[in-house]
């Protein structure tokens, strides 16, 4: 089966740095995608990983290892907008699912 | 371009009713997924297609139907709708390639069976 796990809650202080931690065991891997999610709203795409190492976007990087089977998530100079639920996803390249999703991570960004 | 809309945006339907969902993109995209989004669960595939006229089952296709018959539409049927089905419907496209491009999903159906 396929397995990816992320913390349920985290709450961070505006203005600092957050790391949104992912480990995941599945059978293939074609990439990893993280989504942000508001609360009500539709999921959008925030980064994606197919090789090792560290992407970054601005505020938000994402890393990668695919020997430890793990990614995180980075936000910098946390605003309140980036309240939201962070989603996970490894692309698959074999079985019925092209893409699974962890649970996500609410994080709140406090004052 | 509006992306990916969703019709309706709402519903609240009774045990053994019957409903479709419908799906449009206007980005040309050849692939279209429908997931389902509960509480604890995160996003879990329903059905997808990989072009017009396919369809094939996700994680958890038990009580859906699924028709692809132009590009731009995937419908998302509920023949007889249980409390269980009770959840948020997003629908997703992506251009090609399956898993490694990026799904833009819609804005969501919440539905409620009572």
């Known amino acids: 089966g396929q397995n990816i796990d992320q913390p349920t809650e985290m709450t961070a202080t505006e203005g600092a740095i957050v790391q949104i931690n992912c480990t995941y065991q599945t059978s293939g891997f074609n990439g990893l995608f993280w989504y942000q999610q508001h609360a009500g709203e539709a999921p959008t795409f925030l980064s994606y990983?197919?090789?090792?190492g560290l992407e970054e976007k601005g505020r938000f990087s994402s890393f990668l290892s695919r020997s430890k089977g793990y990614s995180y998530l980075l936000l910098k100079e946390l605003q309140m907008k980036d309240s939201a639920s962070y989603l996970c996803?490894?692309?698959?390249?074999?079985?019925?699912?092209?893409?699974?999703f962890g649970k996500g991570t609410r994080l709140s960004v406090i004052a | 371009n509006a992306g990916v809309t969703q019709t309706p945006k709402f519903r609240v339907l009774k045990t053994g009713q019957s409903m479709t969902l419908l799906c449009a993109q206007d980005?040309?995209?050849?692939?279209m997924y429908w997931y389902r989004q509960d509480p604890g669960m995160g996003l879990r595939l329903i059905h997808y297609?990989?072009?017009?006229?396919?369809?094939a089952k996700g994680e958890v296709p038990d009580g859906y139907n699924v028709s692809r018959l132009k590009k731009q539409n995937f419908l998302l049927g509920l023949e007889s709708a249980a409390p269980s089905q009770t959840s948020v419907y997003f629908c997703?496209?992506?251009?090609?390639?399956?898993?490694?491009?990026?799904?833009?999903f819609g804005p969501g159906t919440r539905l409620t069976v009572l």
């Open positions: 996803a490894v692309s698959l390249n074999s079985g019925n699912t092209p893409l699974v």
């Open positions: 980005m040309n995209h050849e692939y």
């Open positions: 297609s990989v072009g017009e006229g396919t369809t």
């Open positions: 997703a496209s992506s251009p090609s390639g399956g898993g490694t491009d990026t799904q833009y």
């Open positions: 990983n197919v090789l090792d």
